[in-house]
């Protein structure tokens, strides 16, 4: 692989933006295929996941990854963009009505980034409707629900029963630290994820990718 591609990928590694953004304009400048610039920023990712899974590192290490992820894909999503290269799957995600907390999804969404997904981000706080809406407005592979109070619980299940009577065909994803496996299967969520990099996994499967 050439050098700016593996400066690119250690820099999301260790999480050196300045890095990150000059090997990205590096590796554009020089003609690099956009899709491939991508490649490599996807292996620091992955990486960091794999890292992260294994308690290795942990949130801290994974947010400033993050942050250096996002510095080249500033530069390089308009380069995607104009070369014609989408996301392959799209996730719509948002923590459930009531819940206030985004630290965990915020996470998850740039893992997910980093694995090639489209992510509509619906925010905090979001009604059942709104996962509605955004279901049919952008016809997800996936919907990503995170609940962080024992008590907003009870509002991720009402969505995903929303969700269900609406007829909207997206596989359901849940977390966040309350959940469990066991509520997920009580629920009729489609898969339940303990961390951000397991999210990754666990969409991969959902998706069939
Ligand atoms: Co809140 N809070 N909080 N809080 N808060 C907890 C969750 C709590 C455990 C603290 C405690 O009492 N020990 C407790 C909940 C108790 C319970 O329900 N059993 C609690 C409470 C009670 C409250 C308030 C009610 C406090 C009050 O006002 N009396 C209030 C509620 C507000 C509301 O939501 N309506 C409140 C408010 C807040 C702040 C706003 C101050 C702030 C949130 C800031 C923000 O998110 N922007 C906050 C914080 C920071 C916390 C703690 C300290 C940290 C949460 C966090 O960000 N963890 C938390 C205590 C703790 O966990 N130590 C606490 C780091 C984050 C990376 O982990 O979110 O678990 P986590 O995400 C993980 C996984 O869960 C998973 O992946 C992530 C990364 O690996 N994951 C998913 C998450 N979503 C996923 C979705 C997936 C897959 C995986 O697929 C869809």
Same mark, same amino acid.
């Given at each position: 692989?050439?050098?700016?591609?593996? *400066?690119?990928?250690?820099?999301?590694?260790?999480?050196?933006?300045?890095?990150?953004?000059?090997?990205?304009?590096? +590796?554009?400048?020089?003609?690099?295929?956009?899709?491939? $610039?991508?490649?490599?920023?996807?292996?620091?990712?992955?990486?960091?996941?794999?890292?992260?899974?294994? !308690?290795?590192?942990?949130?801290?290490?994974?947010?400033?990854?993050?942050?250096?992820?996002?510095?080249?894909?500033?530069? #390089?999503?308009?380069?995607?963009?104009?070369? @014609?290269?989408?996301?392959?799957?799209?996730?719509?995600?948002?923590?459930?009505?009531?819940? #206030?907390?985004?630290?965990?999804?915020? #996470?998850?969404?740039?893992? #997910?980034?980093?694995? !090639?997904?489209?992510?509509?981000?619906?925010?905090?706080?979001?009604?059942?409707?709104?996962?509605?809406?955004?279901?049919?407005?952008?016809?997800?592979?996936?919907?990503?629900?995170?609940?962080?109070?024992?008590?907003?619980?009870?509002?991720?299940?009402?969505?995903?029963?929303?969700?269900?009577?609406?007829? $909207?065909?997206? *596989?359901?994803?849940? @977390?966040?630290?309350?959940?469990?496996?066991?509520?997920?299967?009580?629920?009729? +969520?489609?898969?339940?994820?303990?961390?951000?990099?397991?999210?990754?996994?666990?969409? !991969?499967?959902?998706?069939?990718?």
């Amino acid at each position: 692989m050439d050098d700016a591609l593996l *400066r690119l990928t250690e820099a999301v590694k260790t999480g050196k933006r300045k890095d990150a953004r000059e090997a990205t304009e590096i +590796a554009l400048n020089a003609g690099t295929d956009p899709e491939t $610039v991508l490649a490599a920023l996807t292996a620091g990712m992955d990486d960091v996941g794999k890292r992260f899974r294994a !308690n290795e590192i942990f949130v801290p290490e994974v947010l400033v990854a993050a942050r250096a992820m996002k510095t080249s894909m500033e530069l #390089l999503e308009p380069a995607l963009v104009s070369s @014609g290269v989408k996301p392959k799957y799209t996730a719509v995600i948002g923590t459930v009505a009531g819940d #206030l907390h985004d630290i965990g999804k915020n #996470l998850v969404i740039m893992m #997910l980034k980093g694995a !090639n997904y489209g992510v509509i981000d619906l925010g905090i706080n979001v009604p059942e409707e709104k996962f509605i809406e955004a279901a049919r407005e952008h016809n997800p592979d996936l919907i990503c629900l995170s609940a962080l109070l024992t008590t907003t619980m009870p509002a991720m299940k009402t969505t995903v029963e929303a969700l269900r009577k609406e007829g $909207v065909s997206a *596989r359901i994803m849940v @977390g966040g630290a309350p959940i469990t496996e066991a509520f997920s299967q009580s629920i009729g +969520a489609d898969g339940y994820a303990t961390d951000a990099a397991v999210a990754v996994d666990v969409a !991969n499967q959902l998706v069939g990718a």
